[in-house]
């Protein structure tokens, strides 16, 4: 079992920054691939970047590419996001997700996932 928390959403208005972190507790960090995914209301989950369980391999949907990095502590069962250049429709409740094996973009193949944190830009 691995329990995620995320934190480091809030408001912000457009073209600022925010850093999303997941903190992992239970089974070692290192052992999963991880995930960053948003929802809106009446929306589906959509993907937004993965990360490999060393962190050398990550990837990003294509809406998010050169604002977003994702990055990973396992020294301190961390997940990142850092997001800049925001834009009112990256607002979203954002959830991490860990998976075993590869990383993946698709949300079925994750098994554990936090509660999300909010993320709120104003235009």
């Known amino acids: 079992q691995v329990q995620l928390v995320e934190s480091g959403g809030g408001l912000v208005q457009a073209g600022g920054s925010l850093r999303l972190s997941c903190v992992a507790t239970g089974k070692p960090f290192s052992m999963y691939s991880m995930g960053w995914f948003r929802q809106n209301p009446g929306t589906e989950r959509e993907f937004v970047g993965s990360?490999?369980?060393?962190?050398?391999?990550?990837d990003l949907v294509a809406a998010v590419k050169g604002r977003f990095t994702i990055s990973r502590d396992n020294a301190k069962n961390t997940l990142y996001l850092q997001m800049n250049s925001l834009k009112p429709e990256d607002t979203a409740v954002y959830y991490c997700?860990?998976?075993?094996?590869?990383?993946?973009?698709?949300?079925?193949?994750?098994?554990?996932w936090g509660r999300g944190t909010q993320v709120t830009v104003s235009s």
């Open positions: 997700a860990a998976k075993a094996g590869l990383p993946r973009t698709e949300r079925f193949s994750y098994i554990y």
């Open positions: 990360i490999s369980r060393d962190g050398n391999t990550n």
